[in-house]
């Protein structure tokens, strides 16, 4: 069965460092999403691509956070340099259009990141 | 503007029903989903509900809407100790060009044997 996959599952790194996470996503499917999830609350969106274009990007720190996806296919989100407060999980989802009535996102295992 | 709040925890013994509540702000909400999510893993799409529909039913799923109280709620029948997990719940809207989902903190469903 197709999964969403990330890597790494685990990183510590320590404040003012530079970390840096890899998503890719389920094939052939266009529109892939990074969000934090902060221990208690729900997800929420950093950035969304279509294809290799951002088409959402409001909620991310610009100034510390990046994000690529140069062929349209895998991802990777950096935090250069990474705060006490950005320690939560790091989830990649994919889905196959950008709008569907059923725009199932798939969910991958997510990165536990741990800022010290 | 966009807000989705649910409660905290849920217990229940097995065998019972469970019922998982969900209040949203967003009036123009389109579509309502339920999320599973299993410890260290990522999340699950359960169920979703368009919001000209009162009711949607799958196996051991009941989704109820309540478009006037912007409540939404998720009933398990038979409750497993499989069920549990955390479940979120999440809109998103037609004002929105991109599919955005917008999250609860979610309910964290404990199952007793």
């Known amino acids: 069965e197709a999964e969403v996959a990330q890597s790494p599952r685990y990183k510590i790194t320590e404040k003012s460092q530079a970390v840096a996470f890899w998503c890719d996503p389920i094939?052939?499917?266009?529109?892939l999403y990074w969000y934090r999830q902060i221990l208690g609350q729900g997800p929420e969106l950093l950035v969304q691509?279509?294809?290799?274009?951002?088409?959402?990007d409001s909620q991310l720190p610009k100034d510390r956070f990046s994000a690529e996806r140069l062929k349209g296919v895998d991802s990777t989100l950096k935090i250069q340099p990474a705060e006490l407060g950005d320690s939560a999980m790091y989830l990649c989802?994919?889905?196959?259009?950008?709008?569907?009535?059923?725009?199932?996102?798939?969910f991958g295992p997510g990165t536990r990141l741990t800022v010290l | 503007g966009e807000d989705v709040e649910q409660s905290l925890f849920l217990s229940v013994r097995e065998g019972d029903s469970s019922v998982i509540n969900c209040t949203y702000t967003?009036?123009?909400?389109?579509?309502l989903y339920w999320y599973k999510q299993e410890p260290g893993a990522g999340l699950q799409l359960l169920t979703y509900?368009?919001?000209?529909?009162d009711m949607k039913q799958d196996q051991r799923l009941t989704v109820l809407l309540n478009k006037k109280d912007k409540h939404l709620s998720l009933r398990i029948a038979d409750t497993q100790t499989g069920d549990s997990a955390i479940y979120f719940c999440?809109?998103?809207?037609?004002?929105?060009?991109?599919?955005?989902?917008?999250f609860g903190q979610g309910t964290t469903l404990q199952v007793k044997p």
């Open positions: 989802a994919s889905s196959l259009v950008l709008l569907a009535a059923d725009n199932e996102q798939f």
């Open positions: 094939s052939g499917h266009a529109t």
């Open positions: 691509f279509q294809d290799e274009s951002v088409v959402d």
């Open positions: 967003d009036s123009s909400s389109t579509y």
């Open positions: 509900i368009f919001s000209n529909m």
């Open positions: 999440a809109e998103t809207h037609s004002s929105s060009n991109t599919g955005k989902l917008i």
